[in-house]
């Protein structure tokens, strides 16, 4: 078997997982996509190894390990976006923006003065 092959097998799978996350606003259709490219890269660690006949397979080695790298990285990805969606209703990507902290002190962004917060406890005159 030629390595074209699975070489350009990878190639559209990255291009793919790309174009994903770039033209995506669903967190959860961005993770795939991060997913197929890791994939990719998957597929050519290992059509590499077995091309160059590598004794000690450091190719599967290495896919093995971006296998759980990716397990680990779904899984925490995965509640983060249950979390946001629990909290906002929506899983889009353009709307965590109002996730940002903002500077705590007299004047906000927008040029309005903020809320004083409420400690809870009432002052004495």
Do not use: K
Not at 29 to 54: H, T, Y
Request: with cysteine; charged share 15%; aromatic share 6%.
């Amino acid at each position: 078997m030629h390595l074209a092959y699975p070489a350009v097998l990878a190639v559209l799978l990255f291009c793919t997982g790309l174009y994903g996350v770039l033209a995506r606003r669903n967190a959860i259709l961005v993770l795939m996509s991060v997913e197929l490219m890791l994939n990719a890269v998957n597929l050519n660690l290992v059509a590499f190894d077995v091309w160059l006949r590598d004794a000690l397979h450091g190719g599967q080695a290495l896919t093995l390990f971006t296998i759980a790298v990716a397990a680990a990285e779904i899984g925490i990805g995965l509640a983060i976006v249950l979390l946001v969606y629990r909290n906002r209703g929506s899983s889009d990507i353009d709307r965590l923006r109002d996730l940002a902290e903002r500077p705590a002190g007299p004047d906000t962004a927008d040029g309005s003065a903020a809320a004083p917060s409420d400690t809870g406890a009432e002052a004495t005159a």
